[in-house]
């Protein structure tokens, strides 16, 4: 087991730190302390060089406890050798990956920055949106420029990124790459010099980063073509003995292809729309996502200049997650696969960067339920709830009490939108709001009913979900009924599994920071994702506008030069 070490010079200092921040946690105010809220300008001698944050997408921390014994690459170096926070969890519902890519990007919960789910119902506009579709954006690629296009305007706050540009003398270089745009945007923020997101069969941005194709994506994706993995397989890396549980087990639904190994990655003659789809939802996407931010840091001289920013989110752990879920032999050889892509790229900052140039955050947006099916098999109460079901049974209900009419617009995650007016009409008619109530309750899965005016301003509470579901609200953007379900109860869909609870295995993901700045360790002090931003500024010398988290000064080294660059 290794030992917590704690930096001798900040010592008392650590302590109260803790104890504050402690108790703030318990206050649940969110508001940043003195300490949170910058130094002023350091010194650039003092700074480091390149800022990386890596995000993999769905990574619940118990897979680094039940599978890590068998990675060698960057995951496992980032372990060893990284300040690792073992109790880091999210605090709020809807850990959905908008929202975890926001709270990363800025420092603040979703009550705060405003990204409260991946889509949600817009009144104004009366339908559904995505959290980063803009249209009055037009999405830029080498295919053509086409709209809707997507980009940071619903962000209600500047992320680091953002703050690095505007407090560093306006030289820091941003690039976040992604296979989702939600992904990269929430980590780039307002600007970026290379934002870029997959959509359709190529890698794109918007206009609310660039007028053009960004140059060096161009060229990477002319000299390897993702073509070029059409035909290959999908096998096991590891030996036979090294997977746990079983390779086939109930509930895991493909999106396409088989439920076993080995799996095709377009098996048709030509690439095809099928073949994206699996590619996307395969190792081999990540690998070209590790190789396009290796082109990224040569091509921009990451790292040689100003302070600059690095964001790079896989997405095929979430990919292969939903389709065959957490015990899958799937799941756990990408993550196989992930530690050597991520150690490649480390290797490559070693040697383009310097090893005592540049710092290293690992996190995740979310974790993962179980499959309900296999946990009902273990006699455990598990299933899924269906929303489409519940709306149209509130509607026959209401009315009953309000006429005929349509009077629920949408029920999406949690949040139960209805129609315009409706929810005033509800207010003024306890009885027919109290017959919504009621057969909220009765669903089997719901857990707990809010009122979404009931969590405006982060009411101070004990209730635990009561706190959650306050963190995740955002007035004018949530439902106006919050509906909880209970554990290991997800929303049907077609999907094996999913996420967005505030239970455990949705929540809890690691927090790992890596670099000169950082004491190597585990920690079990608290922690959340939205603790990265202010540490890291912290380290820059750089000012957030509003964070949640706190700066995790435990993990904190003395203060060192860089090495020269080579």
């Known amino acids: 087991?290794?030992?917590?070490?704690?930096?001798?010079?900040?010592?008392?200092?650590?302590?109260?730190?803790?104890?504050?921040?402690?108790?703030?946690?318990?206050?649940?105010?969110?508001?940043?302390?003195?300490?949170?809220?910058?130094?002023?300008?350091?010194?650039?001698?003092?700074?480091?060089?390149?800022?990386?944050?890596?995000?993999?997408?769905?990574l619940r921390t118990d897979y680094i406890e039940k599978f890590g014994h068998h990675w060698t690459g960057g995951l496992r170096r980032l372990i060893d050798q990284g300040a690792w926070f073992r109790l880091a969890e999210y605090p709020y519902w809807n850990t959905v990956t908008c929202p975890g890519h926001a709270t990363i990007g800025t420092g603040s919960f979703p009550s705060s920055h405003g990204m409260i789910l991946n889509q949600?119902?817009?009144?104004?506009?009366?339908?559904?949106?995505?959290?980063?579709?803009?249209?009055?954006?037009?999405?830029?690629?080498?295919?053509g420029n086409e709209s809707p296009g997507d980009g940071p305007w619903r962000l209600r706050l500047p992320t680091l990124a953002d703050e690095m540009r505007m407090q560093l003398g306006g030289k820091s270089r941003v690039v976040s790459l992604s296979l989702k745009a939600r992904s990269a945007i929430g980590l780039a923020g307002q600007r970026g010099d290379a934002v870029v997101w997959w959509q359709g069969d190529r890698f794109v941005t918007s206009t609310a980063y660039a007028q053009k194709p960004v140059d060096f994506v161009e060229e990477y994706m002319r000299v390897r073509p993702v073509v070029r993995d059409h035909g290959k397989t999908w096998e096991k890396l590891l030996p036979a003995h090294a997977y746990m549980y079983a390779d086939d087990m109930p509930g895991e639904r493909p999106r396409s292809g088989?439920?076993?190994?080995?799996?095709?990655?377009?098996?048709?003659?030509?690439?095809?729309?099928?073949?994206y789809?699996?590619?996307?939802?395969?190792?081999?996407?990540?690998?070209?996502?590790?190789?396009?931010?290796?082109?990224?840091?040569?091509?921009?001289?990451?790292?040689?200049?100003?302070?600059?920013?690095?964001?790079?989110?896989?997405?095929?752990?979430?990919?292969v997650g939903h389709d065959f879920g957490p015990r899958s032999h799937e799941v756990q050889d990408t993550l196989a696969r992930l530690d050597r892509t991520i150690g490649e790229l480390l290797d490559h900052l070693d040697r383009a960067v310097g090893s005592d140039n540049y710092v290293v955050a690992l996190s995740a947006d979310h974790g993962v339920s179980p499959i309900p099916d296999q946990i009902a098999e273990e006699g455990i109460e598990a299933g899924r709830l269906n929303t489409g079901t519940m709306a149209r049974r509130l509607d026959e209900i209401l009315?009953?009490?309000?006429?005929?009419?349509?009077?629920?617009?949408?029920?999406?995650?949690?949040?139960?939108?209805?129609?315009?007016?409706?929810?005033?009409?509800?207010?003024?008619?306890?009885?027919?709001?109290?017959?919504?109530?009621?057969?909220?309750?009765?669903?089997?899965?719901?857990?707990?009913?809010?009122?979404?005016?009931?969590?405006?301003?982060?009411?101070a509470t004990d209730d635990p979900l009561m706190r959650a579901a306050a963190l995740g609200y955002h007035p004018g953007r949530s439902g106006d009924l919050i509906v909880l379900a209970k554990p290991f109860w997800i929303a049907t869909g077609t999907d094996a599994t999913t996420h967005g609870s505030g239970y455990t295995y949705d929540r809890r993901v690691p927090v790992i920071l890596m670099g000169p700045a950082f004491h190597p360790g585990d920690y079990y002090s608290p922690a959340t994702p939205a603790d990265i931003a202010p540490t890291l500024g912290h380290l820059l010398g750089v000012v957030l506008a509003a964070p949640d988290g706190r700066i995790l000064g435990e993990a904190l080294a003395p203060r060192r030069t860089p090495t020269p660059r080579r």
């Not at 290794?2 to 730190?17: D, M, Q, S, T, Y």
């Not at 104004?124 to 980063?132: D, F, L, P, R, V």
């Not at 048709?268 to 073949?275: A, I, L, M, Q, V």
């Not at 840091?297 to 997405?315: A, P, R």
Request: proline fraction near 7%.
């Open 1 to 58: 087991m290794r030992r917590i070490e704690w930096p001798a010079a900040i010592g008392i200092v650590v302590i109260v730190l803790a104890c504050a921040s402690a108790a703030a946690a318990q206050r649940g105010d969110g508001e940043p302390r003195d300490d949170q809220r910058g130094e002023g300008q350091r010194p650039p001698e003092q700074r480091p060089r390149l800022v990386v944050v890596i995000v993999v997408d769905q």
């Open 120 to 143: 949600w119902w817009d009144r104004e506009a009366g339908t559904q949106m995505g959290c980063t579709l803009d249209p009055r954006l037009s999405k830029v690629s080498g295919a």
């Open 277 to 319: 789809t699996q590619w996307r939802r395969s190792p081999f996407s990540d690998a070209y996502l590790g190789e396009l931010a290796k082109a990224a840091v040569d091509s921009l001289k990451l790292g040689h200049g100003e302070t600059d920013f690095l964001g790079v989110s896989f997405s095929a752990l979430d990919y």
């Open 258 to 275: 088989r439920i076993t190994f080995p799996h095709a990655v377009g098996p048709g003659r030509e690439p095809d729309n099928t073949f």
């Open 399 to 459: 009315s009953l009490h309000l006429g005929p009419g349509r009077h629920i617009a949408r029920f999406l995650y949690t949040e139960l939108y209805f129609a315009p007016g409706v929810y005033d009409r509800l207010l003024n008619n306890p009885a027919a709001l109290d017959a919504v109530m009621s057969e909220l309750w009765r669903t089997p899965g719901v857990a707990r009913v809010f009122r979404g005016d009931e969590l405006a301003g982060r009411p």
